[in-house]
């Protein structure tokens, strides 16, 4: 009976450890590590290493991506390309001119930062770490390094993959799974006619967890309509209220001083002092009805002083996101990962226009308006329906009111009534101003 018990623990623990890195809205979505030697060297080989971002939705911002990994042997990197590690290690073993640029037996690996030489370059290299998610733009969703190992053995048999892969972008979250060795990448000659391969190839997996990276949500949604007065705003400390004793009131002049708005390495954010005590909010108002069409106001404010959110994404959930007519302010894009569901769409900023949402303050915030056709047979602004069933930010998903606290129906009266209501005043006012 014991036994049975443990067993079924087991099995427990093991499929809710998968299923928190799973992400219904983006179900393929993962970073892939591949390592294809190129060439081999007296010692040891020389690797192209380059890092995938398939995630639809959440890229690698600033200060960037962080790889580790332990060496199965002994092995050294005699030099990079492209990259570089943190820390050189003991490597007073080797005498004479000739030292490696790592003797670490678990070396943690970052991007160079633009503008190194070009000697120091390779391609989808030197980007500071920052990789763009493959939704957003998917030739900027890729970062590569050259490495050189020694003491790793010289041919297919005798190399042994590295282990313990972890990736920080930049901070927790990703889980890697182990290397495996996967058929060699084949390359083609400029004028493809040609093709080459690598002399060996294997891929290390990572998934995204957000429980990996904190107990509480990093953003919170608040929704408000035209037909009720009424704002249903963020439920209270969505975020967690444990930087409430560090928060900065508005108006504060403890927001305008020297070194509010600099960014740590630790990414603690500094945040203004609201009830939700979140970095971010979505609002998210149903702005105006028409007779085939409707339309909402999408609004991200940013309430961190540390952090501006470059190349950030916006995901919403709603049935009627299947007939996007116009997004006026935001580039759009719909998210149809199951084929026959299309219900998802992802918003961004537009390219040197507002694809940088800034730090806590005036200038803080993001906006736009999106309008969206009628399916009669579906439409109505009863029992919520207007407001998003999901939203993510960045890839994190955002805690939303609880459905008993959306605006309703004024008496429960249908929305047609209250347009129509509306347009017999507008003529009404009309035919006055004619006569007089």
């Not at 998610?133 to 998917?138: A, K, L, R, T």
């Not at 890697?176 to 391969?197: E, F, L, N």
């Not at 409707?294 to 709603?318: D, E, G, I, P, S």
């Not at 994190?396 to 959306?406: R, T, V, W």
Request: aromatic share 12%; charged share 15%; with cysteine.
């Amino acid at each position: 009976m014991v036994l049975k018990f443990s067993l079924w623990a087991i099995l427990l623990f093991v499929f809710s450890q998968n299923s928190v890195a799973f992400d219904p809205l983006d179900p393929f979505g993962n970073i892939t590590i591949k390592w294809d030697v190129i060439s081999w060297t007296p010692d040891g080989y020389v690797a192209l290493v380059t890092m995938n971002n398939f995630q639809m939705y959440r890229h690698i911002m600033t200060p960037g991506w962080t790889l580790g990994w332990n060496w199965a042997k002994k092995e050294v990197i005699w030099s990079m390309v492209g990259a570089q590690t943190t820390e050189q290690g003991d490597c007073s073993k080797f005498k004479g001119g000739n030292v490696p640029h790592c003797c670490k037996r678990d070396p943690v690996v970052v991007d160079l930062l633009p503008g190194v030489p070009y000697n120091q370059q390779i391609a989808n290299c030197c980007k500071g770490g920052v990789v763009s998610s493959y939704g957003q733009d998917p030739s900027a969703a890729v970062s590569a390094f050259q490495v050189s190992v020694g003491l790793a053995g010289t041919s297919n048999k005798t190399v042994k993959l590295p282990k313990n892969f972890t990736l920080l972008a930049p901070g927790p979250g990703y889980t890697c799974g182990p290397a495996t060795i996967v058929p060699s990448t084949v390359y083609w000659t400029k004028d493809r006619r040609r093709k080459t391969q690598a002399l060996m190839t294997w891929n290390v997996t990572c998934t995204y967890s957000q429980f990996l990276v904190s107990k509480h949500p990093s953003c919170c949604v608040s929704f408000s309509s035209f037909y009720n007065e009424t704002i249903t705003p963020c439920p209270s400390c969505s975020c967690g209220c444990h930087n409430k004793d560090k928060c900065i009131k508005s108006g504060s002049k403890r927001a305008t001083s020297v070194g509010v708005n600099t960014p740590r390495k630790d990414n603690e954010p500094l945040l203004q002092c609201t009830h939700h005590m979140c970095p971010i909010r979505v609002h998210w108002h149903v702005k105006q009805n028409y007779k085939d069409y409707w339309r909402v106001k999408l609004a991200v404010t940013n309430f961190n002083y540390r952090l501006n959110y470059t190349q950030w994404t916006l995901v919403a959930q709603h049935p009627n996101l299947n007939n996007v007519t116009q997004v006026f302010s935001f580039d759009y894009k719909p998210l149809v990962p199951y084929q026959s569901i299309n219900d998802t769409a992802m918003f961004y900023g537009m390219k040197f226009y507002n694809d940088l949402l800034m730090e806590a303050g005036p200038f803080g915030n993001v906006q736009s308006e999106v309008l969206l056709q009628k399916d009669k047979n579906t439409f109505t602004f009863k029992q919520g329906w207007a407001f998003p069933r999901k939203v993510y930010f960045n890839g994190d998903e955002c805690m939303l009111p609880p459905p008993e606290a959306y605006p309703s129906l004024p008496n429960d009266a249908k929305i047609e009534a209250i347009t129509i209501s509306a347009i017999v005043a507008s003529v009404i006012w009309l035919i006055h101003l004619f006569i007089w």
